[in-house]
């Protein structure tokens, strides 16, 4: 009887643990539930007008595609480098013009660019294009002579990327060099700039300076532009219809005010009245 009693009572107690329990883990849970704020009776207007209203008004932006800035589009140049003559001799032996004249056909042959690498035939693309240039004959060091170096560098360059995109050093290489010709182009447009704009002429580059503001393009600001391009177009054709309306009404406005006019007149000089209008 006595241990039916003491397990009563352990049962009891064990029970009132767990009610207890469960009771402060509800009140832990009540407590931690966000609060129920009572919804506004005005709902908010949205100062932005959804994209579904801007395309309904002929207002729609598509994010530009990306340009890599190695490639010509953005690097500026507007040509490439020109198709050599392969029967042309390699650049070492151009200034014996006369000793190549006398040989055979197949010397002539092995000594052209046809049996030789491609950097060969870029040495004679090169000098080729500093004779354009170049100041002197043995102008090698003036800030047109770089500029066409890099120049021709960086169009056989542009062709080595393009094959292989996957060749990050030369992408690098091709990057830094056109960063080094956009400085030195800045630096002689200061200097000399009649000078700069007969050298980008004549190496066939378009020169973009940089921007004074540099914003990124995002879609909110792009949307708001297109929004004030949009308003001013309607504003503007509006205003054209409008005053096209006033124009066709413009004569017969004028002849039934003649007409007014006139019997004004005559029902003053009928009245002894001196006339108040004038009579066309």
Request: aromatic share 6%; with cysteine.
């Amino acid at each position: 009887m006595a241990l039916l009693c003491h397990a009563l009572r352990r049962f009891r107690a064990g029970a009132d643990k767990r009610r207890f329990a469960c009771t402060i883990r509800e009140e832990h849970k009540a407590a931690a539930a966000p609060r129920s704020r009572p919804v506004p009776a005005v709902v908010q207007r949205r100062h932005m007008a959804m994209r579904l209203e801007l395309t309904e008004n002929g207002i729609v932006w598509r994010r530009p595609t990306y340009v890599p800035s190695w490639k010509p589009e953005k690097s500026g140049d507007l040509e490439t480098n020109k198709e050599v003559d392969k029967s042309r001799p390699i650049r070492s032996i151009m200034c014996a013009q006369e000793a190549l004249e006398s040989v055979d056909e197949d010397t002539r042959r092995l000594l052209s660019l046809e049996f030789h690498s491609q950097r060969e035939g870029n040495k004679v693309i090169l000098d080729d294009v500093l004779k354009k240039i170049q100041r002197h004959q043995y102008d090698d060091g003036s800030m047109e002579a770089q500029i066409a170096k890099m120049t021709v560098k960086i169009r056989v360059w542009q062709k080595t990327v393009a094959q292989n995109k996957k060749d990050t050093e030369m992408r690098v290489k091709l990057q830094e060099l056109i960063d080094k010709r956009k400085k030195t182009l800045k630096h002689l447009r200061r200097m000399d700039y009649k000078r700069f704009e007969w050298l980008i002429q004549r190496l066939g580059i378009l020169y973009r300076p940089p921007p004074e503001y540099f914003r990124w393009i995002t879609r909110k600001t792009s949307l708001r532009k297109l929004v004030r391009i949009h308003y001013h177009t309607t504003r503007k054709e509006r205003l054209k219809e409008y005053r096209e309306i006033l124009e066709a009404k413009k004569e017969p406005f004028l002849r039934e005010k003649a007409e007014t006019q006139m019997w004004i007149a005559e029902t003053e000089q009928k009245l002894g009245l001196p006339v108040s209008v004038e009579v066309p």
